[in-house]
């Protein structure tokens, strides 16, 4: 079945450790997407990218940075410079850019990231 | 001010309820509102896509869209405890970025 793979589900953080979160998709969809979810606060974006290569900040880049070298994988990486990281991370793709057809986001199942 | 307005509740109903979740926005160039359900620690899925106004069915959901007052809902019928989730807005202008709403805790009793 095709879908959204996140690798850790869980992970535990030091203070000043840098983290990399792991989102692989096999739904051959062209745009990629981090999405953060805090209590009350509903998703926010990190960073989203429309195509191999490219990718562009989203409202809460600070702290994150992301590569996109095959179109079926999408890291995160938290770095130490990220003030409060302590967050589910959320992976989406979708299949449609622009202003064409829906741009439905598929999820994956998310990663939580806690800092201790 | 944001964007997207959601009471993030919680929300309880008895067995078979009729559930009426709802959200507001300030941006009049929204074209295309999601409603997603999200699970305790899963990731969101879709639930129900309109564009533009009107309303949409399927099964036991019913979304509607008031673009001339910026106001979206979504009803579920003969409401279940499998039911029992997150309930997120969403929507879009157009291009890449979506907008959620901060989610409506649901709880259904048996």
């Known amino acids: 079945d095709g879908g959204i793979t996140q690798s850790p589900k869980y992970l535990f953080r030091k203070e000043g450790q840098n983290v990399t979160l792991s989102c692989e998709q096999n739904?051959?969809?062209?745009?990629m997407y981090w999405y953060r979810q805090d209590p009350g606060q509903g998703l926010r974006l990190i960073y989203y990218?429309?195509?191999?290569?490219?990718?562009q900040k989203g409202d809460i880049a600070e702290g994150y940075s992301v590569s996109r070298e095959k179109k079926e994988s999408f890291p995160l990486t938290v770095t130490s410079a990220q003030k409060n990281p302590t967050a589910f991370y959320l992976c989406?793709?979708?299949?449609?850019?622009?202003?064409?057809?829906?741009?439905?986001?598929?999820f994956g199942a998310g990663s939580r990231l806690t800092v201790l | 001010q944001k964007e997207v307005e959601q009471d993030p509740g919680p929300l309880s109903v008895p067995e078979g309820a009729i559930v009426s979740l709802n959200c507001t926005y300030s941006n009049s160039a929204f074209q295309y509102f999601m409603w997603y359900r999200q699970y305790s620690r899963k990731g969101p899925e879709l639930l129900m896509y309109?564009?533009?106004?009107g309303n949409k069915e399927d099964g036991r959901f019913t979304a509607q869209v008031d673009k001339s007052s910026k106001y979206i809902s979504l009803f579920i019928r003969d409401s279940q405890p499998s039911d029992s989730a997150t309930y997120l807005c969403?929507?879009?202008?157009?291009?890449?970025?979506?907008?959620f709403g901060a989610g409506t805790r649901l709880f259904v009793k048996a």
């Open positions: 309109t564009y533009s106004s």
């Open positions: 739904l051959n969809h062209d745009a």
């Open positions: 969403a929507m879009r202008r157009g291009g890449f970025k979506t907008i």
């Open positions: 990218s429309q195509i191999v290569n490219d990718f």
């Open positions: 989406a793709s979708s299949s449609a850019g622009g202003s064409s057809g829906a741009n439905v986001l598929t």
